[in-house]
């Protein structure tokens, strides 16, 4: 495989939904859930999401068990993950937490047209740095820079419109749906994915490999049809992540 190996991770409520429309965010993970992402987290290379994720949730996206860490660290990795967001404008602050927090590279793939301007705006970021991605942007062109980076393993953690791209694109290998017992029922709030021409189809399954149960949460992974077995190493361990970025 020329491009990492990208899972897909998402806590979603029985209806389908991501959050609700509330400036809260919406609680979707319990505590185990919650140490699963970070353990998957640490055996990944880079996590990537959208502008809308780093504006609304101004999320760290770091590992935070200090075991972990020191297993990366002592592997001659960094502690966190390369940190990776979609933003076709390239407006984002410098200053959010994505940016300012972990000891890993981040990068902001932006449309052609956006980039001379967004260049300007991380010029002095401590280790950040801006790529063209085309117009509109481009997975291929982002999954390829992220191999040249040395990026074997990547964590996709939302949101909707990051999710859609990477599945009608056929680019997911692997999907990890974390279910929570409740309904949201607001069509203002966003769901898991938005309409799309999904590349097997409708009614075209993937491949169901686990399904477990964390208290009262459903967790569910699936394999693409597409996708070999990426062996030992890869797929989801044990663990593997919840929905939404934290």
Same mark, same amino acid.
């Given at each position: 495989?020329?491009?990492?190996?990208? *899972?897909?991770?998402?806590?979603?409520?029985?209806?389908g939904? *991501?959050? @609700?429309?509330?400036?809260?965010?919406?609680?979707?993970?319990?505590?185990?859930?919650? @140490?699963?992402?970070?353990?998957?987290?640490?055996?990944?290379?880079?996590?990537?999401?959208?502008?809308?994720?780093?504006? +609304?949730?101004?999320?760290?996206?770091?590992?935070?068990s200090?075991?972990?860490?020191?297993?990366?660290?002592?592997?001659?990795?960094?502690?966190?993950?390369? +940190?990776? /967001?979609?933003?076709?404008?390239? +407006?984002?602050?410098?200053?959010?937490?994505?940016?300012?927090?972990? @000891?890993?590279?981040?990068?902001?793939?932006?449309g052609?047209?956006?980039?001379?301007?967004?260049?300007?705006?991380?010029?002095?970021?401590?280790?950040?740095?801006?790529?063209?991605?085309?117009? =509109?942007?481009?997975?291929?062109? *982002?999954? %390829?820079?992220?191999?040249?980076?040395g990026?074997?393993r990547?964590?996709?953690?939302?949101?909707?419109?990051?999710?859609?791209?990477?599945?009608?694109s056929?680019?997911?290998?692997?999907?990890?749906?974390?279910?929570?017992?409740?309904?949201?029922?607001?069509?203002? %709030?966003?769901?898991?994915?938005? =309409?799309? /021409?999904?590349?097997?189809? =409708?009614?075209?399954?993937?491949?169901?490999?686990?399904v477990?149960?964390?208290?009262? *949460?459903?967790?569910?992974?699936?394999?693409?049809?597409?996708?070999?077995? =990426?062996?030992?190493?890869?797929?989801?361990?044990?663990?593997?992540?919840?929905?939404? %970025?934290?």
């Amino acid at each position: 495989m020329d491009r990492p190996y990208t *899972i897909l991770s998402c806590a979603v409520s029985l209806d389908g939904y *991501i959050d @609700d429309a509330s400036p809260d965010r919406l609680r979707l993970s319990n505590d185990e859930d919650f @140490d699963e992402v970070d353990a998957l987290r640490a055996e990944c290379d880079a996590i990537l999401v959208g502008a809308g994720t780093v504006r +609304k949730d101004n999320p760290r996206l770091l590992v935070r068990s200090p075991a972990r860490r020191e297993r990366r660290l002592a592997a001659g990795r960094t502690g966190d993950l390369v +940190k990776a /967001v979609l933003c076709e404008s390239g +407006k984002l602050d410098p200053c959010a937490r994505f940016f300012v927090t972990g @000891d890993a590279d981040k990068v902001v793939y932006t449309g052609a047209s956006a980039y001379p301007a967004a260049e300007q705006r991380f010029l002095g970021a401590p280790g950040t740095s801006v790529v063209d991605a085309g117009d =509109p942007p481009a997975l291929d062109v *982002i999954l %390829a820079d992220l191999a040249r980076r040395g990026v074997k393993r990547l964590l996709v953690e939302g949101g909707t419109h990051v999710h859609t791209l990477f599945l009608t694109s056929g680019l997911a290998d692997e999907l990890r749906l974390a279910v929570a017992p409740f309904f949201v029922g607001d069509a203002t %709030a966003p769901r898991f994915t938005g =309409p799309g /021409v999904f590349p097997d189809g =409708p009614g075209t399954p993937m491949r169901l490999e686990e399904v477990r149960r964390l208290g009262e *949460i459903a967790v569910m992974r699936y394999r693409s049809a597409r996708t070999g077995d =990426p062996g030992a190493d890869g797929g989801a361990t044990g663990g593997a992540a919840p929905g939404a %970025a934290r």
